[in-house]
Nanobody, 129 residues
Framework: QVQVVESGGGLVQTGGSLRLSCIVSRFTFFSSYAMAWFRQAPGQEREFVASISWTSIDTYYADSVKGRFTISRDNARDRVYLQMNNLKPEDTANYYC?????????????????????WGQGTQVTVSS
């Protein structure tokens, strides 16, 4: 069964930076799947943050993080990253790595939770004001 493990979360002050990592294992076709990051704050629904195509050519971002967050991937190491700069208190949430539902799922489609095939357990990001 595929394993998705996030790391890199923590406590940071407003304006600070964090880099989240996601390692995918037991998944032969990682390099052919679109990947995404979502986040969920207490009492709120899980929301899309960013996605990336298997080629890394296409990337998409939620309006709230554009210009501050950057998604990237390393297909040779089965990893996805989320570089988060200029963090704000409203970025506080549990961040989840997600694999596309199928080979046909594009990065553009991964803003919808129903197009996610597998989730990680999440990593907590807390931004203090």
């Amino acid at each position: 069964q595929v394993q998705v493990v996030e790391s890199g979360g923590g406590l940071v002050q407003t304006g600070g930076s964090l880099r989240l990592s996601c390692i995918v294992s037991r998944f032969t076709f990682f390099s052919s799947y679109a990947m995404a990051w979502f986040r969920q704050a207490p009492g709120q629904e899980r929301e899309f943050v960013a996605s990336i195509s298997w080629t890394s050519i296409d990337t998409y971002y939620a309006d709230s993080v554009k210009g501050r967050f950057t998604i990237s991937r390393d297909n040779a190491r089965d990893r996805v990253y989320l570089q988060m700069n200029n963090l704000k208190p409203e970025d506080t949430a549990n961040y989840y790595c997600a694999i596309g539902l199928s080979l046909m799922t594009s990065a553009a489609q991964m803003d919808l939770r129903e197009n996610v095939g597998s989730w990680g357990q999440g990593t907590q990001v807390t931004v203090s004001s």
